[in-house]
């Protein structure tokens, strides 16, 4: 469920909805019930909105299935013994990097794909 106000009087209802998001003139302004803060004057692109992060969690849930199976075929390699530790040492902080640029790179992709 997604609860849209201003955040002042209807600050119970964004606190108990899935997502709450707070239209402001400001977009400054600190509003502690809410998920997010859009634009007033944006408000008419709010599909778009729901459209971008629909993307990127799908973008999360590939990173994490991206990781996983990294992390699985060098567990297989380790117990079997054909990992060195040495190797994994190295290999450990390159599957971090490698999935922050993926995650990174098809972000930015996707981005420009939705403007």
């Given at each position: 469920v997604m609860m849209v106000g201003d955040g002042l009087n209807d600050a119970g209802a964004l606190a108990q909805s899935d997502v709450g998001i707070a239209l402001a003139e400001d977009i400054n302004?600190?509003?502690?019930?809410?998920?997010?803060?859009?634009?007033?004057?944006?408000?008419?692109?709010?599909?778009?909105?729901?459209?971008?992060?629909?993307?990127?969690?799908?973008?999360?849930?590939?990173?994490?299935?991206?990781?996983?199976?990294?992390?699985?075929?060098?567990?297989?390699f380790a117990v079997t013994g054909q990992l060195q530790p040495v190797i994994a040492a190295i290999l450990m902080p390159l599957s971090s990097i490698s999935i922050v640029a993926f995650t990174t790179v098809t972000t930015n992709w996707i981005g420009r794909k939705i403007r």
């Open positions: 302004v600190f509003s502690p019930a809410c998920d997010g803060i859009l634009d007033a004057s944006k408000f008419e692109n709010l599909s778009s909105y729901l459209h971008a992060s629909k993307k990127a969690m799908g973008i999360i849930r590939l990173s994490f299935v991206l990781s996983l199976l990294y992390n699985l075929v060098g567990l297989y």
